[in-house]
């Protein structure tokens, strides 16, 4: 692990018990003592505390900074709200996937957090790809941890009391022993929760508040997968990628209305044909939620077959394993679109052997977000 970065609270995790392992480029906590099966439980029961200080933090400076974001992204960000966060896409001239980001407007300035494995890439991606006078500011001295689950706010309101009024995706600058906290009310696991970057000065002494209260307890990177499995959530360079465009991945929905055909400000995205085209006229694919039979995990990789005696595969699993709400196999993955109706029998091959799944709609469980 000597070529992978170190986490701000990398001591904190070490003091934990934590397991650690290589993940975008990261040394990070896999897991803890309690095991993943029992950290993901105890999200969807109580408030799991995840360090994802390993994502890329940018701001966008300037006035005119959500007009020359949208012309990289085909969400409608000049009609978000200040103090709102929205999910947005990086696309290709293919209308494939770059990667997905959250996008917080803080006035005329933009608060974006990509993925960790496509950080530099986007940091070029932006640079190269909006106009001066827009000042694109990396942010490297502050941590950001995720506090999920439906004892979040029980647990956040009393360090930080105005949080329990944030609604889903709200954004804010609040203050911690004087500290500012950058807070979304969102995450990536399907429950209600914040996501909060921390200056570094202060992140261990607030991760260790946070710890501290009621219902707190850490979780690390295995039951943050399961979790946004269970959540119907994809994840960028497994789940989607520049081989996916918006629509066959179940994502059209980020494309917003003032961007699409007859909308205010139509187009000007990269491969706005394609995905104007596929929110028109539909795909040949799209990403379903699959229901194995019986007890084995149908892993990513894993083919999918229209017919137990079909010699060629129709598709691929791109997501899988054992969900712990449910206590059972789930898996998402890409199949013809004449195959996505709910209830359609598929075929996967393991080890030789096709094993049937049921397709099945998303997510495999509801989400608990605070509307």
């Known amino acids: 692990m000597g070529d992978l970065r170190t986490l701000p609270l990398a001591a904190l995790h070490a003091e934990l018990g934590a397991r650690m392992g290589p993940f975008a480029g990261w040394e990070m906590p896999v897991q803890y003592a309690d095991g993943v099966l029992r950290e993901h439980l105890h999200c969807r029961s109580a408030a799991a505390l995840f360090d994802v200080s390993h994502m890329g933090q940018v701001m966008l400076h300037g006035p005119g900074a959500a007009a020359a974001l949208e012309a990289l992204v085909p969400a409608d960000l000049v009609g978000l709200a200040d103090g709102r966060q929205r999910y947005g896409l990086f696309t290709d001239l293919q209308g494939g996937i ?68 944030m609604r889903f995706m709200d954004a804010a600058v609040l203050d911690w022993e004087g500290a500012a906290l950058w807070l979304s009310r969102s995450g990536y696991t399907g429950e209600d929760g914040f996501e909060i970057s921390v200056p570094l000065g202060a992140a261990e002494a607030f991760a260790r508040t946070l710890l501290a209260q009621p219902g707190v307890a850490p979780a690390g990177l295995g039951a943050r997968d399961s979790l946004r499995l269970e959540a119907g959530l994809p994840l960028q360079g497994q789940d989607i990628g520049p081989d996916t465009s918006p629509v066959e991945a179940g994502l059209g ?110 997510p495999f469980r509801a989400p608990g977000y605070r509307k």
């Open 253 to 362: 929905w980020s494309v917003g209305r003032a961007r699409r055909t007859g909308g205010a400000r139509p187009g000007g995205f990269p491969g706005a044909e394609r995905i104007l085209h596929d929110l028109a006229h539909g795909t040949a694919r799209a990403r379903v939620g699959l229901l194995p039979d019986g007890r084995a995990p149908m892993r990513a990789g894993t083919p999918l077959f229209a017919a137990e005696g079909d010699p060629t595969p129709m598709g691929r699993i791109t997501s899988g394993g054992f969900s712990p709400s449910l206590e059972r196999p789930v898996a998402m993955g890409f199949v013809p679109s004449r195959l996505c109706a709910p209830g359609t029998r598929v075929y996967a091959e393991l080890r030789g052997r096709r094993l049937p799944a049921v397709v099945t709609a998303l």
């Open 98 to 165: 770059l990667d997905d980001l959250m996008v917080a407007r803080r006035g005329d300035d933009l608060f974006l957090v990509v993925n960790a494995a496509n950080a530099a890439a986007d940091v070029a991606h932006l640079q190269a790809g909006l106009p001066a006078g827009i000042e694109v500011d990396v942010i490297a001295d502050r941590a950001l941890l995720a506090l999920q689950g439906p004892k979040a706010q029980g647990a956040l309101a009393p360090l930080v009391p105005c949080a329990a009024a």
